[in-house]
């Protein structure tokens, strides 16, 4: 009895405790966290070697590690109609070894030094990276040179490397999620390169060798190149490699800028997925380049309205209403070109109401501004997320990538939280009532027409 009544006893006395706690948490409440700090780009230095190569060197960190990434401008912009994909067979064509490397050889050496090679392309650039022990940073230079500037290019393994592509592709194209994507993109930028999500089985097919070989002496040159080094390094011996290793690379041209012409189209495009539990859609449209001033107010505005766990829209449709679990708004950048939208995979039968509940918040937006509070709150997020993404040498780099990609000059990183936090409430509702406008706005959606074609009919346009 007497153990028994000992338990009973600190049971006892822990519930009251925990009632007491839950008590005083709800009187008194956490205090808000303060506003992010602005973020200190380190001291770097960015130079160019005779041949027109840009190269940017950014002591960093305490970590004895460095990351060696190069950005070429070369991606899917410069593919041409005839030749969609033969940007990302060239990134994996490359990592098939050298001149003197085998793929495995090539592979063994960047493990030897702690990495490896990671070769990536995207609409606007191709990115080859390696992040090596710091003592390591001269010879990771002289391997990336080889790669790109020796690239062994084996015919045998073509089929491979084609199958591969194929069977991703697939995969992918199965998705809804991609399925209204391609179909948002291809309305918005009808023949610009920027249209194309992922390429066609006829177009993987039919790529050859000597498309790739067109493709890397058209586009991969030193005057179309930015080298980054981050992290802990020696840096004169880093210079030297990379004058020594890249010195001798083609000049080459300058790429030919194609920019698009995104349309305003007021349409609804709905594509059937008999029996689907649920529909995929996407509602956006084009919106100011990433260089205007008015690109980090509109930041601002979209981590309020859609953008982030507490935005408008996610509390409506996801913690409200229930009719999805993660919903998402972003202001999709490319090079000097933007668009913004809001995509959710939602209950089929909440498809015409979440849509209703998506415009009725940008309206809202529209018509009156947040208060104070609650835009603090989402400058705080923003500012804070922007300290932490840039807290790596990978994403360092990326950040440095990103403003010379855009041409947005040094001070914007060391301008960014001071930008974020000026924005005041109006000028929130003046970028929703001038970039977000539903009246102007494509609509995707994927699903069982069956049971969404009703819902949506209010969205019909004559279009």
Not at 404 to 426: I, R, T
Not at 430 to 449: A, N
């Amino acid at each position: 009895m007497k153990i028994m009544t000992e338990k009973r006893f600190w049971l006892v006395l822990m519930l009251a405790l925990c009632a007491i706690s839950a008590a005083t948490a709800q009187k008194q409440p956490p205090p808000e966290g303060g506003p992010a700090k602005a973020f200190t780009v380190p001291a770097h230095e960015t130079y160019a070697l005779p041949n027109g190569m840009k190269v940017t060197l950014v002591p960093y960190g305490i970590i004895p590690k460095a990351t060696i990434s190069i950005a070429i401008d070369a991606g899917g912009v410069d593919e041409g109609a005839e030749h969609v994909g033969v940007a990302s067979l060239t990134a994996e064509l490359l990592k098939q070894g050298t001149a003197t490397l085998t793929a495995q050889q090539l592979a063994d050496e960047a493990a030897n030094m702690g990495s490896t090679l990671v070769i990536d392309t995207d609409a606007d650039e191709t990115t080859a990276s390696l992040d090596v022990l710091g003592e390591f940073a001269p010879r990771a230079v002289r391997l990336m040179a080889d790669v790109l500037e020796h690239p062994k290019l084996p015919e045998s393994e073509l089929p491979r490397l084609k199958n591969n592509m194929l069977r991703q592709i697939s995969v992918r194209r199965a998705r809804p999620q991609t399925i209204a994507l391609i179909q948002f993109r291809k309305i918005l930028y009808g023949d610009h390169p920027y249209a194309v999500v992922l390429p066609t089985e006829a177009d993987v097919k039919k790529l050859t060798l000597e498309d790739v070989k067109q493709f890397l002496g058209s586009n991969f040159s030193a005057q179309r190149a930015h080298l980054y080094v981050a992290g802990k390094f020696d840096s004169p011996a880093t210079k030297k490699a990379i004058a020594d290793a890249f010195g001798g690379w083609t000049k080459g041209t300058p790429r030919t800028e194609t920019a698009p012409s995104p349309k305003f189209r007021k349409v609804l495009d709905v594509t059937d997925r008999p029996g689907a539990p649920q529909s995929t859609m996407i509602v956006g449209l084009p919106v100011v380049s990433p260089v205007s001033p008015d690109a980090i107010p509109l930041i601002v505005t979209n981590a309020l309205l859609g953008g982030s766990f507490n935005s408008r829209i996610t509390a409506n449709i996801r913690e409200q209403k229930g009719y999805t679990y993660s919903p998402r708004s972003e202001v999709s950048r490319r090079y000097h070109d933007a668009y913004w939208d809001e995509s959710a995979d939602v209950t089929t039968k909440f498809t015409g109401d979440s849509l209703k509940e998506i415009l009725a918040e940008i309206v809202r937006l529209q018509k009156d501004p947040p208060t104070d509070t609650e835009l603090r709150g989402i400058q705080n997020y923003l500012g804070g997320l922007f300290i932490i993404q840039n807290s790596s040498r990978s994403a360092l780099i990326g950040q440095l990538q990103y403003v010379d990609l855009q041409g947005l000059g040094e001070d914007y990183l060391k301008s960014y939280v001071a930008k974020v936090n000026a924005v005041a409430p109006a000028d929130v509702q003046r970028m929703t009532s001038q970039y977000i406008k539903p009246e102007e706005m494509t609509i995707v959606v994927v699903g069982d027409k069956s049971v969404i074609n009703q819902q949506l009919a209010p969205y019909q346009t004559s279009n």
